[in-house]
C-alpha cells in the first residue's frame, strides 16, 4: 500500500470517527433535553409566549453534542427545584449553535464559546448572562436573584 492510500485511508477513519461521535453525542444531547420537565421553545415561538406572559426568557444557547451542555441539561435543568422555578417564572428557549438562528445569535449577542445562557426581557433585551455552574443549588439562587431584581 502506498503512502497515499495509507494517508487517504487514516483520513477517512479519523473522518468517520469524528462525524459518528458526534452524531452520538447530538443523540446524547437530544436524549437529555427530552428528559426537562418544562416546554422548551425555538426562539421565534419563545418570544411570541413571553411576550403573551410578560415572562423573562432564558436562552440556552448550546449545542446538540456538546457534553458541557448535556451535562447543564442533566445536572442542572433537570433538577426538581430548578425545573419547577422555571416552570413557573420563565420561558425557556433553546438556541442551537449549528442552526442559522444560533449563527445570529451568537452573532448579535457577541457569543463565543457554548454552552452560554442568557436572561432575556420578554421584548426580547438581554438582562443579563448566568455564569456556568453545574452547581443546581447555585444556579436556583442565580435564577432567584434575576427574578428579585426584575421584582424592584
Given at each position: 500500500m502506498s503512502f497515499i492510500n495509507k494517508a487517504l485511508l487514516v483520513f477517512a477513519i479519523a473522518t468517520l470517527i469524528f462525524f459518528?461521535?458526534?452524531?452520538?453525542?447530538?443523540?446524547?444531547?437530544?436524549?437529555?433535553?427530552?428528559?426537562?420537565?418544562?416546554?422548551?421553545y425555538d426562539l421565534k415561538n419563545g418570544l411570541e409566549r413571553a411576550a403573551e406572559t410578560q415572562k423573562?426568557?432564558?436562552?440556552?444557547?448550546?449545542?446538540?453534542?456538546?457534553?458541557?451542555?448535556?451535562?447543564?441539561?442533566?445536572?442542572?435543568?433537570?433538577?426538581?427545584?430548578?425545573?419547577?422555578?422555571?416552570?413557573?417564572?420563565?420561558i425557556f428557549v433553546s438556541i442551537d449553535?449549528?442552526?442559522?438562528?444560533?449563527?445570529?445569535?451568537?452573532?448579535?449577542?457577541?457569543?463565543?464559546?457554548?454552552?452560554?445562557?442568557?436572561?432575556?426581557?420578554?421584548?426580547?433585551?438581554k438582562i443579563t448572562e448566568l455564569p456556568l455552574s453545574f452547581d443546581p443549588d447555585q444556579y436556583y439562587r442565580n435564577?432567584?436573584?434575576v427574578l428579585l431584581a426584575q421584582s424592584e
Open positions: 459518528g461521535n458526534r452524531a452520538f453525542q447530538s443523540y446524547l444531547g437530544n436524549q437529555a433535553q427530552s428528559q426537562l420537565a418544562f416546554e422548551i423573562p426568557i432564558i436562552a440556552d444557547y448550546s449545542a446538540f453534542w456538546c457534553p458541557s451542555c448535556r451535562k447543564l441539561d442533566e445536572q442542572v435543568f433537570a433538577n426538581d427545584k430548578v425545573a419547577d422555578l422555571i416552570k413557573q417564572h420563565f449553535h449549528d442552526s442559522q438562528t444560533g449563527h445570529n445569535f451568537a452573532k448579535q449577542h457577541e457569543l463565543v464559546g457554548f454552552p452560554r445562557v442568557l436572561i432575556l426581557s420578554h421584548e426580547s433585551q435564577l432567584q436573584r
